[in-house]
């Protein structure tokens, strides 16, 4: 449809020292009524202090199809501390 | 609930037994299953329903409250009231953007609503005749809306899941100042506990009804239960509600309107007396007391708002062109 508002991505900071995490979607014609938006949607509760909005479109995702081959670390286990043997004398490490 | 146990879904679905078998384990895995994932159609078919009934019954709920906006007792009320109708709104606006997420158009969404295709709560059908109704909307209403929400935040798909615990962080607020009016209502002179009694006669069978059609006719229970959509069956969320509700009357010295209500020592819960199926299809099907005046208030407020999103677009397009010729 050639009217359809455009598809926001709306991301909130809770408050400083956190970063900003996905909360939702809100449409609007552009952003400066995005963030007016989704500052009236999904802070209406102190739910954070700064808001990013993001056009939908604009995001590349990677495909869930290709998560195994992308994520999974597989026997690469001596990515990990207890891969590697220290002795207890040696205290915490 | 607010889809009334999926009214009319069909979650019938075509794929190859080995397709359904993989999504099912992942299902049983309590795996949440996201926008982008491979899942039957059938699958994607309910919770577009779902959430969408769901949805729309949120942005209709908002009509026969904020009836009574203007004329709140006072200030005290009627910020509280602006506030959960506005949080209304926004519960609508999480569902719709969780649908969409599954490939339907917010504007689909709303002529669906409009066309009378898709359907929303039947409860919102009931008039609210006095101030008595905006408490008994709030403890009841919202009351068995959270019966219904809570689990639902464990919903297999995840974007409704998290619509929901949004969801369910602000109801709370919704049913403690409902429940606080008709507290102060059935601590007032008669005249006022005569308000209160009535607002719960008229509303108590209808919120008993949201829970959907009993277990033995519901049809498309059993799929929503296997995949996760649903945890607990409608009649298994109804007993859970009057065993809440009902001693939280008789605190405040009101009566349900159920002569058959009684202890049942055995089940550890109320027995309630039969509820009328018959009104409650009416209802659903469109024939109750506010259908029309809910469907043409909002067509109304959509055709009304057309100048507003028309010139929102055009200003951002001229926006978009000046930046462009400045650059
Ligand atoms: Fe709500
Ligand atoms: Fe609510």
Known sequence: MANEMPLWEVFIRPRNGLSHKHCGSIHAADEVMALQA??????????????WVVLSSAITASDPDQAGE????????YRHPTFYEIPEEVGNM | MYSQGLIGADGSTGETPEFLEAFQKR???????????AMPEGYRRTLIRQIGQHAHSE??????????????????????????????GG??????????????????????????????????????????????????????AIMNQIPLCRCSFGPYARAMIRVCKEESFHQRQGYEIMMELAGGTPEQKE?????????????IMMF?????????????????????????????????????????????PDPDLTWNEEKGGYDHGPIDWDEFW?????????????????????????????????????????????E
């Open chain 2, 59 to 88: 942005i209709v709920g908002m009509l026969p409250e904020g009836n009574w906006i203007t004329r709140a007792p006072s200030l005290r009320r009627k910020a509280a009231l602006l506030a959960k109708v506005q949080d209304e």
């Open chain 2, 91 to 144: 519960h609508g606006l999480y569902l719709y953007a969780a649908a969409e997420t599954l490939g339907v158009s917010r504007e689909e969404m709303t002529e669906e609503l409009h066309s009378g295709k898709a359907k929303y709560s039947s409860i919102f059908n009931y008039p609210t005749l006095t101030w008595a109704d905006i408490g008994a909307i709030g403890w009841l209403v919202d009351g068995a």
């Open chain 2, 212 to 256: 959907g059609p009993h277990d033995a006719d519901s049809q498309h229970s059993d799929q929503s239960m296997a995949w996760k959509i649903k945890r607990f069956s409608n009649d298994e969320l109804r007993q859970k509600f009057i065993d809440a509700t009902v001693p939280q009357a008789e605190f405040i010295g009101l009566k349900m």
């Open chain 2, 27 to 37: 299902i049983d895995a309590e795996e949440k299953i996201e926008p982008n994932d």
């Open chain 2, 195 to 207: 308000m209160a009694q009535d607002a719960l006669n008229r509303w108590w069978w209808p919120s």
């Open chain 1, 38 to 51: 989704a500052r009236d949607v999904y802070t209406r509760r102190g739910e954070g202090n700064s808001i």
């Open chain 1, 70 to 77: 992308n994520f999974e670390p597989g026997e690469k286990i």
């Open chain 2, 282 to 326: 009416r209802v659903v099907k469109g024939h109750g007391p506010m259908a029309r005046d809910r469907i043409r208030d909002r067509r109304k407020a959509w055709e009304d708002g057309a100048w507003v999103r028309e010139a929102a677009l055009a200003h951002a397009e001229k926006r978009r062109a000046r930046k462009i010729a400045a």
